[in-house]
Nanobody, 124 residues
Framework: QVQLVESGGGLVQAGGSLRLSCVASGRTFSSSYVMGWFRQAPGKEREFVAAISWSAVGRVYADSVKGRFTISRDNAKNTMYLQMNSLKPEDTALYYC????????????????WGQGTQVTVSS
């Protein structure tokens, strides 16, 4: 079993910045696991935000956040981060940390483990 806990959400003004963190634990978790971020706004489907490979070399971003968000990970701490800059009201959503073995995917159904989410609200 793998447990994921997100933190760092909050209320910010448009143009502001926020950094999300996700700490992984559990006997089955490995630093070789891919980790990623998804988000879901009320009434909308869960969408891919970004993902990162175990080496932190492979990184994939949704077009909507490319150039504004940066994903990173610290394997020694089993922690993943999402640095969010130039935030927009449309970034408002519940942000979920997720993980899976081996390869990066942008489909939420391909991820095995999920956190409970952290709320990000961006005011206009």
């Amino acid at each position: 079993q793998v447990q994921l806990v997100e933190s760092g959400g909050g209320l910010v003004q448009a143009g502001g910045s926020l950094r999300l963190s996700c700490v992984a634990s559990g006997r089955t978790f490995s630093s070789s696991y891919v980790m990623g971020w998804f988000r879901q706004a009320p009434g909308k489907e869960r969408e891919f935000v970004a993902a990162i490979s175990w080496s932190a070399v492979g990184r994939v971003y949704a077009d909507s956040v490319k150039g504004r968000f940066t994903i990173s990970r610290d394997n020694a701490k089993n922690t993943m981060y999402l640095q969010m800059n130039s935030l927009k009201p449309e970034d408002t959503a519940l942000y979920y940390c997720a993980s899976r073995p081996d390869r990066i995917h942008s489909d939420y159904a391909m991820y095995d483990y999920w956190g409970q989410g952290t709320q990000v609200t961006v005011s206009s």
